[in-house]
């Protein structure tokens, strides 16, 4: 349900330190998290901010780790169906129920974040460690009704059979062709549920 507790320290850290670097002064939110909420739609808008924030924070002796920032790279910020937990991971569709995903928390479950399942909710997802993990930033939740979980899960049993529901990320690029263009090995059926 969760990663490696070094690991979400680690990542937690980073995407505080990049989200937080592009609020300034001006800005007055209630909390916390809305401000690394506000962060983190700029980081979005702005594509080479990661860049020069991970510059910036390196050179103030503040460096984010590796690993994270090319999570943060992945960054997919989104409504998501959070249909449901596993005892392994928590289940999440895209809103345009065309893939599915097996996503993982960084330290709590998701539905200890937002006190049940079935939602339509949105958050940042990242793949980081090879796995997808929820940013734990959440909102604009939606609950879902029974009949409308029932489909759902019919919704995700299709995607299973189609081969679109990830457990994984799909593996990195293994070679460049003399094409120049990059090949994608086909992810094993390991990798898929």
Known sequence: MIIDSEKARQFTNSYMGVTLALIDQNDHLDDHLSL???????????????????????????????????????????????????????????????????????????????????????CGLVEYDGKFVCDGIISMLVWLGSSYRRELNEELARLRREGRFFRFPEPPIVSVPPSGRAARRKAPASRRA
């Open 36 to 122: 690394i909420a506000l962060g983190r739609q700029r980081l979005l808008a702005d594509p080479k901010a990661l860049a020069e924030i991970v510059k910036r924070r390196t050179r103030e002796g503040l460096a984010p780790d590796p690993d994270a920032v090319e999570a943060i790279r992945t960054l997919r910020l989104g409504n998501w169906v959070y249909l449901r937990d596993t005892n392994a991971y928590s289940i999440f569709l895209d809103a345009d129920l065309e893939a599915a995903y097996a996503v993982y928390g960084l330290t709590q479950r998701v539905s200890d974040l937002i006190g049940d399942s079935g939602a339509v909710i949105e």
